[in-house]
């Protein structure tokens, strides 16, 4: 198990291979579908953006409601696929970490490597779990958005597995060939 | 003719919806540990203690086990001679609803209006309701958290009669194969197969909440059920998509009559989140 530090540097990046066990750990933002589209709108007519994604790393996430005493309810990943189009804009402006679960889309696939960026997945259905290393949570835009605000999580070992380097090399097509079987 | 007050469907509803968002079923955590047995994937074995975990503390601290506790959906079946008062069924089952996703700390993920505004309602209704009239005088309800990572995957096409049993096997596979690790598996894959079809979907629906220890009565469709299950753990996806020989738990076939032109195919993937309750008023 690899232990990782938020936010990502190049020589953390560069060390970082499809299939490693990481614990990740400092600060991340998250954001979703609705986030995603008032961010593309703001860039599409030239505005600044609410928050500063220069190295950062997404959360594709929109938490439960925390119970009293808890910095954060139960918060899993949600399909990254559906961030597709959103995505590439914002690795231009140094977006370098994504986290969510299932495939990545085929146009940030394609420009991940020229921006070394890399793809964490996290266990879906293990929101519990992942709440637990989720130490505070505040909303730093769109509060209107409910769960879908975008917020900033500072994480302490949070589990993941690195999906996609940034070299490329892709767990979901590597994964299931090994364990592919002739049909009967 | 037995009298039957909405409220006490609205109390039922609001229980079994986040009874359903805590805890889930012994039949899926019994399918998770045999599957954690014979799993070969090191990357497998960890998915499935990690979800395995993360069920036994959602169950102890009243904690919903995902944070997409999902579209509502509830079957209601009623007998003729069930009277109900004291208000309208479907603003009980909604109220039952609003009440657990309010009340139980459960995330609300339900839009007024699917295409322009995209507005949250704020409190999770309305929810999707079936009712079906049958003799008796029980109300039978079945809730079900449908989370849409899962729902998103599912599919549906017409096949014709010469499609057969090879054509339903090929489209299962096919959209087993095509959602690969996007809806978390390992899966429950409900088929419907027959009827019209919006019935073929209602089947395939129904299908994803029943109990992972049965199997379909007749012998030919539960040795079908069967060999999909192995098919489709064959393909390789395995748990989280990573990689491994656990990509169903089970997979249940309900069946109905069909037009002698058809043949409907419905497949509705459901997570390992497998969320449900039952209960007979």
Redesign the interface.
């Known amino acids: 198990m690899k232990k990782v530090q938020l936010p990502l540097t190049e020589e953390t990046i560069r060390g970082l291979k499809a299939g490693d066990q990481v614990l990740l750990s400092g600060t991340v933002l998250t954001g979703r579908d609705a986030a995603h589209k008032r961010l593309l709108a703001l860039m599409d007519q030239g505005q600044e953006l609410p928050i500063n994604l220069a190295g950062q790393t997404i959360y594709y996430v929109g938490p439960a409601p925390a119970r009293p005493g808890q910095a954060v309810g139960p918060a899993g990943p949600t399909s990254s696929y559906r961030m597709d189009k959103y995505t590439p804009p914002l690795l231009d402006l140094g977006l370098k970490g994504m986290i969510g679960k299932g495939r990545i889309g085929p146009e940030t696939l394609k420009v991940m490597p020229a921006h070394g960026a890399v793809y964490f997945g996290a266990i879906g259905g293990s929101a519990v779990i992942i709440s637990k290393s989720i130490k505070s949570a505040r909303v730093v835009a769109y509060p209107d958005l409910g769960p879908e605000a975008i917020h900033e999580f500072v994480i302490e070992d949070f589990p993941a597995v690195v999906c996609v380097d940034a070299q490329g090399n892709n767990l979901y097509e590597e994964g299931p060939k090994l364990y592919k079987q002739d049909e009967l | 003719m037995r009298e039957v007050q909405v409220s006490t469907i609205t109390q039922a509803v609001k229980e079994m919806f986040m009874e359903a968002n805590y805890v889930i079923g012994d039949d899926v955590m019994d399918k998770l540990a045999q599957a954690r047995q014979k799993e070969?994937?090191p990357?497998g074995q960890?998915?499935l203690d990690?979800?395995m975990?993360?069920n036994r503390?959602?169950a102890e601290?009243s904690?919903?086990?995902?944070?997409?506790?999902g579209m509502s959906v509830v079957y209601l079946t009623i007998g003729q001679d069930v009277h109900l008062t004291g208000g309208a069924l479907e603003a009980a089952v909604n109220e039952g609803v609003r009440q657990a996703y309010t009340e139980g700390?459960?995330?609300?993920?339900i839009v007024a209006e699917p295409l322009f505004d995209?507005k949250?309602t704020?409190d999770n209704t309305p929810c999707v309701i079936h009712v079906r009239l049958v003799p008796g005088d029980k109300v039978h309800i079945m809730c079900i958290a449908k989370g849409f990572?899962s729902e998103?995957m599912s599919q549906l096409k017409m096949l014709t009669p010469s499609d057969g049993v090879e054509g339903v096997k090929k489209f299962v596979l096919k959209v087993v194969e095509e959602a690969?690790?996007?809806?978390?598996p390992p899966l429950v894959v409900g088929v419907g197969i027959g009827g019209s079809f919006e019935l073929s979907a209602l089947m395939a629906k129904r299908a994803t909440s029943l109990p992972l220890t049965r199997s379909h009565k007749d012998p030919r469709y539960k040795a079908l059920e069967e060999?999909l299950e192995?098919?489709i753990n064959?393909?390789?996806?395995?748990p989280?998509?990573?990689?491994?020989?656990t990509t169903a738990l089970k997979v249940h076939i309900v069946t109905a009559p069909t037009h002698i032109a058809g043949l409907p195919v419905a497949v509705n993937i459901c997570?390992?989140?497998a969320r449900h309750a039952e209960r007979v008023l």
């Not at chain 2, 904690?63 to 506790?69: A, E, P, S, Y």
């Open positions: 070969p994937s990357l960890m998915v990690q979800i975990e993360n503390i959602g601290d904690l919903c086990v995902c944070q997409d506790t700390f459960l995330r609300k993920s995209r949250n704020g990572g998103n690969g690790p996007n809806p978390c060999e192995q098919g064959r393909l390789g996806i395995g989280a998509g990573y990689g491994g020989q997570c390992h989140v």
